[in-house]
């Protein structure tokens, strides 16, 4: 029989119960640091109830972690400490996250050629973690891997895809949370009929189709939720402002020169919000952050598209550049004064799950003496097969008193994206 240590009370499922060794592992500092990583940073300047952080998220997503591993199709694959272990790597799969979670990730990149996720794997196998679970008698590699969805236990692929797929715990949490905490209702999820309704199909995490207009809801709750919070123009030119304001004092907060875990653990929201407030090269963006006087959104323009290549020509930077400095000069504006933004670029929120890539979410049918038969969800679901392609929204920021001249230039400029390449949403 599972005995749990005590209940941590969740605003949106609830109680959640947890074990000894999980009350151990959330105790650590790790994880309490997530206290201090607020879950969507920039979007508290158009939703003030958005400062929900990443330590409840990775409590939720440990919750429905385990709800998946032990609903009537999965649980005979796993067993108890199978189950324990996916719980774990739930919990922890965000400890890698930098200040202002995913925004931080554009110095990761740039600068590192890191991603979160070898952060994750990092600090699992190199922190006081590594001791932790040793101690309880896990491996951490196995969790650490895992934790990213990059265990691939031979037979068991689906436990990676548990935290990192299509339909995954991660985002079954971040879309009913960040809409319970920004209060941008956009439709009922029942993220619980999707959980039950999950099973093995060769090797892969599948869902049934009794479950489609679950399905068909958290597809459109994804996409609302890109363009309602993740990529609000208000909310991101926040982010834009903290990702400009991170690369200029880079060097002198050594934010990409830390060696160990203990020192990349040392950066939160709070220590590199004072910091920057602090660093010369900085201090006048955090001071207008500070005053909500935020970069404009001098020009817009969203478009969708089954083709990769119109959606991702933006996202090199030499080309963004260019574009950049010819807006600049038909405005007759200093270049630094303009930013294209679009929401391929590593600095916006979710990166890796908002954008809506040609994909099949794998779904079955299943028959009366309980056989599974594979299905395509395009022809079965006509809003899947509208929505699959390529989602983009391309903007051009700049200050107030050069907004009207730069979107004037920019109108001039990228006016001839092709209509085909453009949906009104």
């Not at 003030?48 to 997503?61: D, K, L, Q």
């Not at 324990?84 to 919990?91: E, S």
């Not at 590199?272 to 959104?297: A, F, H, N, P, Y």
Request: charged share 25%.
């Amino acid at each position: 029989m599972r005995l749990y240590w005590g209940e941590i009370k969740d605003p949106v499922f609830g109680y959640v119960y947890i074990t000894e060794a999980e009350k151990e592992i959330i105790d650590s500092f790790p994880v309490q640091r997530l206290r201090r990583l607020r879950q969507l940073a920039g979007s508290e300047y158009v939703y003030p109830g958005a400062n929900h952080t990443r330590f409840e998220h990775s409590v939720g997503v440990m919750y429905l972690a385990g709800l998946l591993a032990e609903n009537p199709y999965l649980s005979s694959y796993f067993s108890e400490e199978d189950y324990q272990t996916i719980r774990i790597a739930a919990l922890l799969h965000d400890v890698g996250h930098g200040p202002f979670s995913h925004i931080f990730e554009h110095l990761l990149e740039k600068f590192l050629k890191k991603t979160h996720e070898d952060m994750n794997v990092w600090i699992v196998q190199k922190s006081e973690l590594k001791d932790i679970l040793s101690k309880l008698g896990y491996d951490p590699n196995m969790i650490a891997k895992l934790s990213v969805g990059w265990l691939r236990k031979p037979g068991k692929a689906f436990m990676d895809q548990i935290i990192r797929s299509a339909v995954d715990v991660d985002k079954l949490d971040f879309v009913v949370r960040d809409t319970f905490h920004t209060g941008a209702q956009y439709g009922y999820v029942d993220i619980f009929r999707l959980i039950h309704m999950i099973d093995v199909l060769d090797e892969n995490l599948a869902v049934d189709l009794g479950a489609l207009s679950a399905l068909e809801s958290f597809i459109i709750a994804r996409i609302e939720s890109f363009k309602s919070i993740y990529f609000h123009r208000v909310g991101r030119a926040a982010q834009l402002m903290l990702a400009m304001a991170m690369e200029k004092a880079k060097d002198e907060l050594g934010l990409v020169a830390f060696k160990t875990p203990e020192e990349y653990l040392a950066f939160n929201d709070y220590t590199v919000w004072t910091g920057l407030k602090q660093c010369e090269k900085s201090r006048r963006i955090i001071e207008d952050l500070e005053k909500r006087k935020l970069l404009k959104c001098a020009y817009e323009q969203t478009f969708y598209v089954k083709d990769k290549t119109v959606s991702s020509i933006f996202t090199v930077e030499g080309f963004r550049n260019q574009i950049r400095d010819q807006i600049a000069s038909k405005a007759k504006v200093n270049p630094e004064s303009v930013v294209i933004d679009v929401p391929t670029l590593p600095s916006v929120p979710y990166r890796h799950s908002v954008l809506l890539e040609p994909m099949e979410i794998p779904v079955f049918r299943r028959t009366k003496d309980g056989g599974k038969v594979p299905q395509r969800l395009s022809d079965l679901s006509s809003i899947f097969d509208v929505l699959r392609g390529f989602m983009n929204i391309l903007r051009v920021y700049t200050d107030e008193k050069n907004r009207e001249k730069v979107g004037e230039a920019a109108s001039k400029l990228l006016g001839g994206i092709p209509s085909s390449a453009k949906i009104s949403f």
